[in-house]
């Protein structure tokens, strides 16, 4: 693949056919507006966002200018997508074992599309779900933890009542990034080479064995890259979250309790409907900044993914 | 139909690799041209350059000139489309459309081109392309089931006819054999023999005795040396490069002491 | 070393062949593992029914009963890697068990809760002047079609000509360029857009506009990328050779393109699509700030808040009406028309791969 940005080196023009000329544009011209596009969510974003940046603090809602107000949002927001991670990643690698390594061949393949199918389901759904059936199943879990292991920061209670807490939101978040985490490891697993588990089995290696020394490290980059991709998309997640929490601004670890920090997205959702003006505005800073950090996010996990592919040449 | 092709200090390039230096030869139209040579040695590259298929690959480029009769198919201003339009292609794996019908396939290069024509003339036209490759008795029950259902010596004599249908000047022949049982193989050296009465053929191949049974006309591809690039070592009637060539190369070559 | 039961690798005599141990010697019996499994879910049935403990909380003991007794079983007859072996095949299938549960109750809630409202009123009536009980979804049903379709209508095209353009002319920087950011745009949070839609609007309309268009195009920004990575997997797969083929009979670039490369990858492209619109049709919180919402029949995507399924049964449930049961059984029953949807749309996908994709014979 060769690859400069000069026109090749040509003894005489070749004239092109004005079909030609008009398809190569236009399909030239697509790819750049999305690039425009892209651009213009950022400059749009600057753009509305701008008046909330140079306001005097007693204008931000709140009172006390924008990083206290953006703070806790930005704490609720990478709190419940990291923990959220920390569920669904160790299950999502076993999932996918399960579906590459032990179930039936012949099952396989279904087995993976109900995966998928958890993908599929609006957000809006699992909010409707999040809220009436799992957040009342925790509340006597919740005050049990709170009572007995009390001592762990994340535990620490009063539990809450109505069950809608940051550990709710958590259980949802790791719902949804479930099948997206799954897929990409999967697809890993499932490329693994054959040479490679082969050669384990042919050396006494039971299944775990072979798994642990051909599997694991060949799909180990993927299962970073993919776990990035799970991290960005439960930091942006919007529905569930607005409809699970019931949130009232404070910083805090305690899950189980009422008092919990919203999130950006949740918190814009929540409050779009009713602003104006500065308070429109801050919701727009608020946005930018999920938008930077899924955005390098999203970058990392991508970089990840691709050195990975990088390496597939060897094989 | 069928044109001469004078090739003239032909320098093939990709990017700025030299892949084939210095080609000169005179294609005899109405007649069979086989190039021959090991492996590596640009005969294929050579052969897509004939028709600009060559330049499809990003950078490539060629120095030296082409001429068809008069028309110098390098020259400014010609559009590569034109030169293939004249000069038609079969490939070493078969490629029929798998989108399109066995009719649909034949048709094709006038149907993409959106020529509109009246169905009994296309239909007429199909029958007759499919009976010069030799193929209508075995197709003419299912003419509109995919090409991809056919066997592989069928599918190669469908993209022949698939060639023909648009009545080109000069037919190129990239190994068209190399991936077919020796039956197949048989039915398309056949099938030369009887299209060059209407064609200019050139064809690349691997095998010498197949040069040696459907071409007038052999020419000899080689390295100049490892790393170097290929050239035309000589070019003669196919009886005189396969009882006395002139190069000693072209005698080891053609008596198995190497390639 | 006092036990028989030795494996190979503890065996310190090296000069005994492997061949010596027996083939079926230290193997659990071919039933040990299912014995176990019912025994333990019987004996977790029989602490619910009996002692009447939680139903999951029995599952979860009968569960860890079976994986210890297992574990201990197989170390002390096959000796520690097998019984890792076994503990590790327990873990992987609970996990996937565990991940079905969801599944299963989140399909089951909205499916026994949404048919209270599957009446002919729901689909035919608006919530025009509806305080209490009654009416309906037509208005959010149409609104969903003609976003839904905006959006499709706006992605498609620029999607499959970017796809185009990366596969057949696409070169240098600036071709590495859009793969990266359509990468990039992949990841974009559904409300970000919905604010780049919103923001968009306000420089045109001014502050407060709300309007179906401005729903499209924060959709379209969420389903761009989709469509251009899946383009772009199927013309990919399309051999060189057939581009080669079509070059070969003087076909023109450009219709070479029209008229072969897509037509072989269409049904892989038409999957894609489906995909896309299924994961889109969905979204709430674009839409929550871009169209709004609005009691009325409001067709016009030009002028005017427009009512989406899934911004309905959001409000519904958020800020419910006079009479809260009612309201909940419409935001339950726009749940499963949209829950139907997605799934629909996402069998129609598979069904184009299945029935279109391998065309020979």
Redesign the interface.
């Known amino acids: 693949m060769a690859s400069s940005t000069e026109a090749p080196p040509r003894r005489n023009r070749t004239p092109r056919r004005p079909g030609d000329r008009i398809f190569a544009g236009v399909s030239t011209g697509s790819g750049v507006l999305i690039l425009v596009a892209l651009a213009g969510v950022a400059v749009f974003l600057v753009t509305e966002a701008w008046p909330a940046l140079t306001a005097p603090a007693e204008d931000i809602p709140g009172g006390e200018g924008l990083v206290v107000y953006i703070w806790p949002l930005l704490f609720g927001t990478l709190i419940s997508a990291v923990l959220a991670l920390v569920i669904a990643v160790p299950l999502a690698v076993a999932i996918a074992l399960f579906i590459t390594y032990y179930a039936p061949r012949s099952i396989a393949k279904a087995l993976g599309y109900i995966i998928d199918l958890l993908a599929a389901v609006p957000s809006i759904i699992f909010g409707l779900w999040g809220m009436n059936v799992l957040a009342p199943v925790t509340v006597d879990p919740a005050s049990w933890l709170s009572e007995h292991v009390g001592w762990i920061p994340f535990f620490a209670g009063p539990a809450s009542s109505t069950g809608r807490t940051m550990l709710v939101a958590i259980i949802v978040l790791a719902v949804m990034v479930l099948p997206i985490i799954t897929a990409v490891v999967r697809e890993a697993f499932t490329q693994t080479p054959q040479l490679h588990q082969e050669a384990a089995l042919a050396i006494g290696a039971t299944r775990w064995e072979m798994i642990r020394m051909a599997a694991l490290p060949f799909g180990r980059s993927s299962i970073i890259g993919a776990s990035m991709l799970g991290l960005g998309r439960a930091l942006g997640e919007t529905m569930a979250v607005a409809m699970v929490l019931s949130a009232s601004a404070g910083v805090t670890f305690d899950l189980i309790s009422s008092e919990n920090p919203p999130t950006i997205a949740a918190n814009i959702a929540l409050q779009f409907p009713e602003a104006t003006g500065v308070g429109m505005n801050t919701l727009i800073a608020s946005g930018l900044v999920l938008f930077a950090i899924t955005l390098a996010v999203n970058m990392i996990a991508r970089a990840v993914i691709n050195r990975r592919k990088d390496f597939d040449g060897a094989n | 139909m069928a044109k001469r092709i004078e090739v003239k200090d032909l320098d093939i390039y990709y990017?700025k690799f030299l892949a084939v230096q210095g080609v000169s030869m005179t294609i005899q139209p109405r007649s069979v041209t086989a190039l021959i040579g090991p492996s590596g040695c640009g005969k294929s590259t050579f052969l897509r350059t004939l028709?600009r298929?060559h330049e499809?690959v990003?950078?490539a480029?060629v120095?030296g000139s082409v001429v068809m009769d008069d028309d110098d198919l390098?020259?400014?201003?010609?559009?590569?489309?034109?030169?293939?339009?004249?000069i038609?292609?079969v490939?070493q794996?078969a490629?029929?459309?798998?989108?399109m019908s066995i009719y649909d396939n034949v048709a094709?290069?006038l149907?993409?081109?959106?020529k509109r024509l009246k169905k009994s003339d296309m239909d007429d036209l199909v029958e007759r392309s499919l009976k010069s490759a030799n193929l209508w008795e075995e197709v003419k029950d299912r003419l509109h089931?995919?090409g991809?259902?056919l066997s592989g010596g069928q599918q190669q004599r469908l993209?022949i006819a698939?060639?023909i249908a648009?009545q080109p000047e000069v037919l190129l022949m990239d190994e068209p054999c190399s991936a077919l049982d020796p039956i197949s193989t048989q039915a398309i050296e056949d099938l030369m023999l009887e299209l060059k009465t209407n064609y200019t053929i050139v064809i690349v191949t691997h095998n010498m005795q197949q040069a040696a049974r459907v071409s007038d006309t052999t020419g000899f591809f080689n390295l100049q040396g490892v790393g170097k690039p290929g050239e035309l070592v000589e070019i003669d009637e196919t009886t005189k490069i396969f009882s006395t060539p002139a190069q000693k190369a072209t005698e080891d070559y053609i008596s198995g002491r190497f390639g | 070393m006092s036990t028989s039961l030795k494996t190979p690798e503890q065996d310190p005599d090296l000069n005994t062949p492997l061949g010596g141990v027996s083939l079926t010697a230290g193997q659990l019996p071919r039933s040990a593992a299912p014995t176990t499994l019912v025994a333990a879910g019987v004996a977790g049935l029989l602490l619910w029914l009996l002692a009447d403990w939680a139903i999951v909380l029995c599952a979860l003991l009968a569960a860890a009963a079976y994986v210890v007794i297992v574990y201990t079983w197989s170390r002390t007859v096959e000796g520690p890697r097998k019984a890792t072996d076994r503990f590790v095949t327990a873990l992987v299938s609970g996990a996937f068990l565990l991940a079905l549960l969801p599944l299963i109750s989140v399909i089951a809630t909205v499916v026994t809760r949404g048919v209270a409202r599957f009446d002919a009123e729901f689909f035919t009536y608006s919530m025009i002047g509806v305080t209490g009980e009654g009416g309906g979804i037509y208005h959010a049903m149409i609104g969903t079609l003609i976003i839904t379709g905006l959006a499709t209508l706006i992605s498609v095209p620029v999607g499959m000509l970017t796809a185009i353009y990366l596969v057949e002319y696409g070169r240098g920087k600036l071709a590495k360029a859009i793969t990266f950011f359509v990468d990039v745009m992949t990841g974009i949070p559904s409300i970000v857009a919905g604010l780049f839609a919103y923001a968009l609007f306000v420089m045109v309309f001014g502050p407060g506009v709300r309007m179906g268009l401005a729903g499209a195009v924060a959709l379209s920004v969420l389903m761009i990328p989709t469509v251009v990575r899946s383009t772009e997997e199927m013309l990919k797969l399309v051999p060189n050779e057939l581009r080669e083929a079509s070059y070969a009979l003087a076909v023109p670039k450009w219709r070479t393109i029209l008229k072969v490369v897509l037509p072989t990858a269409l049904a892989g492209i038409a999957t894609g699509v489906t995909l896309a619109i299924a994961r889109v049709i969905g979204e709430t919180a674009p839409l929550l700030v871009t169209a709004g919402l609005t009691d009325g029949d409001n067709f016009d995507p030009f002028d005017g808040r427009m009512t989406t399924l899934s911004v309905f049964s959001y409000y519904e449930y958020q800020s419910p009406g006079l009479f809260a049961e009612a309201s909940f059984d419409r935001a339950w029953g726009a749940a499963l028309v949209l829950m139907i949807i997605v799934m629909v749309l996402n069998l129609v996908a598979r069904a184009i791969s299945k029935l279109f994709a391998p065309k020979s014979r």
Request: charge should be positive.
């Open positions: 990017d028709n298929m499809l990003p950078n480029r120095e390098y020259g400014p201003n010609v559009d590569p489309v034109n030169v293939r339009r004249q038609g292609m490939f794996r490629n029929p459309f798998p989108t094709a290069g149907k993409l081109n959106n089931k995919p991809s259902g993209c698939r060639a648009v």
